[in-house]
């Protein structure tokens, strides 16, 4: 509870740096105050929930997962309901149908994904890597708490060189690092990403060309999916139970992964497979 209240006093600080700027658009201010409100509203929901819920993911492909207490800070409601990135829910639902061995999860954060496939795909053992090294902790910890830690390897920075370390068909390459897919999924300096099967999600909120950028460079390997982003809604009643009035705005917010523009995904499959 501590933690959430430091991030609801930095979130205020920063609504009065953004008042206080009398020469910025009016509409953008606005905008940013309402990011930064809804902000501490979806962090307040998401402790409330867990007060009634506890740690373990409600629904969704990896429903049963259990989250560490570092994870359950700020806007975390979505991971807890199951509904995080629903977008993806019916590509990951066919991703642990596939005979795959091996994850490549770059940029694996505190590891949602690399614990979730790992519980899903008792074949698989899965190469986590993040720079940070609190999410590295992080992922650890939540292998550990999920029983899945002998199958997860977590390591720090992924080099395009080792995109050939990993055999074509028995591979996925699931990648989130906040641009950076720009520089290394390149399959002309690396090869090997012609044949892997990869899930990629595209910063075009920091750079509006990678998507292009993307599509252009693996058109000719790979038949390429793009998954825009949906709205969706919880009806916080099914926990609460209908007795209690919810604000309609609660039941929006709740679902927010405060993303702030475009980040659609490339699922990729190699022509060859």
Not at 32 to 57: E, K
Not at 71 to 100: D, N
Not at 177 to 205: R, S
Request: charge should be negative; include cysteine.
């Amino acid at each position: 509870m501590a933690v959430v209240y430091e991030k609801a006093s930095e979130i205020i600080k920063e609504m009065q740096r953004i008042l206080s700027k009398d020469n910025e658009e009016e509409n953008l201010r606005i905008n940013r105050l309402w990011h930064t409100i809804s902000y501490i509203r979806a962090s307040r929901l998401a402790t409330m929930l867990r007060t009634t819920i506890g740690d373990t993911v409600q629904g969704g492909p990896f429903k049963g997962m259990r989250l560490t207490p570092d994870v359950m800070t700020g806007a975390y409601a979505p991971a807890l309901l199951g509904m995080y990135e629903h977008e993806l829910h019916s590509v990951f639902e066919g991703v642990i149908k596939q005979p795959f061995k091996k994850i490549v999860n770059i940029g694996c954060a505190y590891g949602y994904y690399s614990v979730g496939l790992a519980m899903r795909m008792p074949q698989v053992t899965v190469d986590s890597f993040d720079i940070n090294e609190g999410c590295q902790k992080r992922c650890r910890d939540m292998a550990t708490l999920n029983g899945v830690q002998d199958r997860i390897h977590v390591a720090g920075e992924f080099r395009g060189e080792d995109f050939a370390k990993y055999i074509p068909g028995e591979t996925l390459v699931l990648m989130d690092i906040e641009g950076g897919e720009k520089d290394l999924l390149d399959p002309v300096k690396y090869p090997a990403l012609k044949k892997l099967h990869v899930i990629l999600e595209m910063h075009d909120v920091f750079d509006k060309e990678i998507s292009q950028l993307m599509t252009e460079r693996f058109s000719a390997s790979h038949d390429i999916q793009i998954v825009g982003h949906t709205n969706i809604m919880y009806d916080l009643t099914q926990i609460t139970g209908p007795v209690r009035y919810i604000d309609p705005i609660d039941n929006m917010l709740v679902t927010w992964e405060n993303r702030g523009g475009p980040t659609p995904w490339a699922i990729m499959k190699p022509k060859s497979a």
